[in-house]
């Protein structure tokens, strides 16, 4: 065995970073917004990125996301999963650092973004296939590729998993649900075959919505299917 090339490569090693970077996603309005800050600090001064933080030698990497949520939107109890990891060599000009991206989907009325150290200004930035490919030159590091690759994801699993309802409130009406799914998929749905399609994953309240010009709505829960 060769000791001299072992201990040169554990030197290597110990220069290594590993961070995660957390796309947390929410819908309002007739858009999907992707949550940024504006970073205070070097590298990248000036340009938003997205929220993340460097593990911790006494994390695992869903540990560090979860402290990475508490610390930008105050929750940390929401949907995540990891996206994909990024490790090209020159993404970030300090140091060798390797990036673990994760998605989290959240309603927004439950969110309570800060600015934190080294962070000027936090901000809700819409976000869909047409505009993403401006963002790729304008985010710090890589960090609009990793937005257009999570936005292909969330597009896809839309169609086969019930990942919209984290985006939704406690109760909600089907005609509200719809919408979301529409803005996530960016395409009209038909009515009946998308209840149809829905039928599992909801179970009525009991509650109403009422006071709109139209007829009331009955609301909806989530069954956690």
């Not at 090693?13 to 961070?19: P, R």
């Not at 460097?54 to 929401?78: F, P």
């Not at 300090?94 to 901000?123: D, F, M, Q, T, W």
């Not at 009406?173 to 998929?185: M, R, S």
Request: glycine share 8%.
């Amino acid at each position: 065995m060769n000791k001299g090339a072992d201990h040169k490569n554990a030197g290597e090693f110990e220069k290594l970073s590993v961070a995660v970077d957390v796309l947390i996603f929410t819908v309002d309005d007739n858009h999907v917004e992707v949550l940024l800050e504006r970073r205070d600090d070097e590298p990248f001064r000036g340009s938003y990125a997205l929220p993340g933080a460097l593990m911790e030698v006494h994390e695992d990497l869903e540990e560090t996301v979860a402290r990475c949520l508490k610390e930008e939107i105050g929750i940390d109890d929401i949907y995540t999963e990891q996206l994909y990891t990024w490790g090209e060599l020159n993404r970030d000009p300090r140091r060798r650092v390797i990036s673990v991206s994760y998605i989290a989907l959240v309603n927004k009325s439950r969110c309570h973004p800060v600015a934190g150290e080294r962070v000027s200004e936090v901000i809700w930035k819409e976000v869909s296939k047409a505009n993403v490919d401006e963002l790729r030159g304008k985010l710090a590091y890589d960090h609009g590729e990793m937005i257009a690759y999570a936005l292909e994801r969330l597009s896809g699993k839309v169609e086969y998993t019930s990942i919209a309802f984290h985006m939704m409130g406690e109760e909600f009406t089907l005609p509200a649900l719809q919408h979301v799914y529409e803005i996530l998929l960016g395409k009209p749905l038909y009515k009946a075959n998308f209840r149809k399609k829905i039928a599992e994953f909801v179970e009525e309240t009991g509650g109403m919505v009422v006071g709109d010009p139209h007829r009331p709505s009955k609301l909806y829960r989530w069954n956690g299917r």
